[in-house]
């Protein structure tokens, strides 16, 4: 008796935790896009998306709101219908990628460099739709290109409540 009261316990354990994994939102991070098209600046789209990646996984370190995808699985979809974010359609192309992805929402931006200053928009987008959330969008945010990565806690603080 006390056998199967043990693995129905269990099981019930096993159960929830399967609910509580595909309950929630997963999230892709994508790669930024580089609106000025200049190659010296294409690092730029992976290191903001991996700051922003981080900086949402350390916000929910438990992921019991949103899980983010790895960035690793993101590349690879992306890598599979040959997008680059250097590429002008990448934004009209990367709904393919996103579908493979399984996720329900998707945090996508761009840059643009003009002299010594950096402009960074990003948005979180329905997957559903393929619109961004008109309440949950960071624009227009002007930093030194030397101080660029102090946009990610800017950036955080507008996109994680669309999150949960």
């Not at 991996?50 to 019991?64: F, Q």
């Not at 990628?97 to 987008?125: D, P, Q, R, T």
Request: proline residues 4%; contains cysteine; glycine residues 2%.
């Amino acid at each position: 008796m006390k056998k199967s009261s043990t693995l129905i316990a269990l099981a019930m354990i096993l159960l929830i935790n399967v609910f509580n994994a595909y309950s929630q939102n997963r999230i892709a991070v994508l790669p930024f896009q580089n609106m000025d098209g200049k190659f010296e600046y294409n690092e730029w789209c992976y290191t903001l998306q991996d700051s922003l990646s981080k900086a949402l996984h350390s916000a929910d370190l438990d992921e019991t709101a949103y899980r983010i995808v790895p960035a690793d699985s993101v590349e690879a979809a992306l890598a599979d219908l040959n997008l680059d974010p250097a590429n002008p359609q990448y934004f009209t192309d990367m709904w393919k990628a996103i579908s493979k992805l399984k996720v329900k929402k998707v945090v996508c931006g761009s840059f643009v460099v003009e002299g010594n200053s950096i402009l960074i928009k990003a948005a979180v987008y329905d997957v559903k739709l393929k619109l961004p959330h008109p309440k949950y969008q960071a624009t227009n945010i002007f930093k030194d290109i030397d101080k660029a990565f102090e946009a990610i806690e800017e950036i955080l603080n507008v996109v994680r409540p669309g999150m949960l």
